[in-house]
């Protein structure tokens, strides 16, 4: 029966670092060469029996700690944390965790500690979220979460139905006839547009096929709706296509994300892919003119810019926010490294929050994170009007921005000192999340901080964040 070979170059190495060693004495009193033990220290090579038996000689060490007992436990234990649904699409082989494991020890104890940490900090998330008063904290997300979640991980771009949307405003023409092509497109189906004195924006009547939008809407709402109800009608079977492959967990949510999708092959008609992001590039992503030129609100061309992320074709990576005057997020998405509170509101130093005092202007910041990445931002309010009198008026605001890197290419960046340290304000997430200690906003503390409360002390805060 052939001897098991017997692989041991980490707890060689730690042998030798505990005598404080070098490679060359060590192999000296080994009686070996100095590449021999390199080899056995990388497990290129097993160790002889002569190096286990002056081992024991020369330094009295116990054979047996060379053997792959802890070995073995270390790949135990990274099999068992591999088995968490997080690495469900990386799992990797065996071979490779029995080499970690011999080679790089305290790289696989890190990995663990790492993990278990991510699992007690999961944990403490959902204590949490159960204590704020969710229900579902410990279930499934909400439909409305789950919808929301399907366009985030998308990159809020969905490739068919863009390119399907791309085809329909080509095939029919530019957009400036964007809105013929709709109604005609709908009068083939058999489809009758009204426009009528309403408060429904729209409302359509399958039964008879009769498509009543608001005559009070704005231009650019009416043109929308009427490419969506294009979308809900004509490209059906796309949309289911890209529903099943979604695999939402209720009915809810997938009726929620197909309403999600018109919006989505609305916008991108009206403003399609490629004739869209060259206007951008020339007028410098200037909202006012692209919605001048598409015919479309500044709310939609900011947040048709937040989608441009086509392989090959990629636009500048923007982030999108709504707020509403509670501050709380209404519509998000962010292709850069800034991610916005899942719930709640956002930063009160973000200039989102100020566009409601200066109604009408585009409001400019310079903006860096907790992590150092400094951002361009545009805030402005946007009114929904009511259309006629004594009906309650919609009031959000609307921000749009990316890295500073990308400053140059936004008109909004001319006249701005983007290479001043101080022009730069800074701003976190939410409080929750937020480290920084000393900020005068601050609405709680932030969460796994401790805190001390010294009753003769009141500074900004009447705490310390330790």
């Known amino acids: 029966m052939a001897t098991q070979k017997l692989y041991a170059g980490a707890k060689l190495r730690e042998v030798r670092t505990r005598l404080g060693s070098t490679q060359k004495d060590f192999a000296a009193k080994l009686g070996v060469s100095l590449p021999y033990l390199n080899q056995m220290e990388n497990n290129n090579r097993p160790v002889s029996t002569t190096v286990v038996l002056a081992l024991a000689q020369e330094f009295g060490l116990d054979v047996t700690e060379l053997s792959a007992g802890d070995s073995e436990r270390l790949v135990s234990d990274m099999r068992e944390a591999l088995a968490d649904p997080l690495f469900a699409e990386s799992l990797p082989p ?16 890190a990995f663990l500690e790492l993990h278990r940490s991510y699992r007690q900090m999961q944990e403490r998330l959902a204590s949490l979220d159960e204590a704020l008063g969710r229900e579902d904290a410990r279930a499934t997300p909400s439909p409305w979460e ?6 985030h991980y998308c990159d809020n771009y969905i490739d068919a139905v863009d390119r399907a949307a791309e085809n329909f405003a080509t095939r029919e023409g530019n957009a400036r006839n964007i809105r013929v092509a709709a109604t005609a497109t709908l009068g083939n189906s058999g489809v009758t547009v009204e426009f009528t004195d309403t408060d429904q924006i729209r409302h359509y009547h399958s039964e008879t096929g009769r498509l009543i939008l608001s005559r009070r809407a704005p231009h650019e709402t009416q043109t929308f709706q009427l490419l969506l109800q294009v979308a809900l009608i004509k490209q059906d079977p796309l949309l289911e296509a890209t529903l099943d492959l979604a695999r939402f967990h209720s ?25 869209f992001q060259q206007v951008a590039r020339e007028c410098r992503h200037d909202l006012e003119v692209l919605a001048g030129h598409f015919g479309a609100s500044v709310e939609q061309v900011a947040h048709r810019l937040s989608t441009l992320q086509r392989p090959g074709a990629k636009g500048i990576p923007f982030f999108f926010v709504r707020v509403d005057q509670a501050g709380t997020i209404t519509k998000r998405h962010s292709a850069t490294r800034l991610q916005f509170a899942r719930f709640g509101g956002a930063c009160p130093l973000w200039n989102v929050h100020r566009a409601f005092e200066l109604p009408g202007r585009f409001l400019r910041q310079l903006a860096e994170t907790p992590d150092g990445v400094r951002y361009i931002s545009l805030a402005r309010d946007v009114t ?16 749009l921005g990316c890295e500073v890197r990308h400053a140059r290419d936004l008109v909004y960046a001319d006249g701005m000192d983007l290479d001043r340290e101080a022009a730069f304000e800074p701003i976190g997430i939410s409080c929750r999340i937020c480290e920084r200690t000393a900020c005068h906003q601050r609405a709680v503390p932030p969460l796994e901080r401790r805190l001390t409360v010294n009753p003769n002390l009141r500074g900004v805060l009447p705490y310390q964040v330790t």
């Open 146 to 151: 789950e919808v929301r979640d399907f366009f």
């Open 384 to 399: 929904k009007p009511a259309g006629r009198f004594g009906a309650p008026l919609r009031r959000y605001a609307i921000a």
């Open 94 to 109: 065996v071979a490779d965790l029995r080499l970690a494991a011999s080679n790089a020890p305290a790289f696989a104890h």
């Open 251 to 275: 009915a809810e949510a997938r009726a929620i994300a197909k309403i999600g999708l018109a919006n989505y092959f609305a916008g991108a008609a009206l403003m399609p892919y490629g004739p």
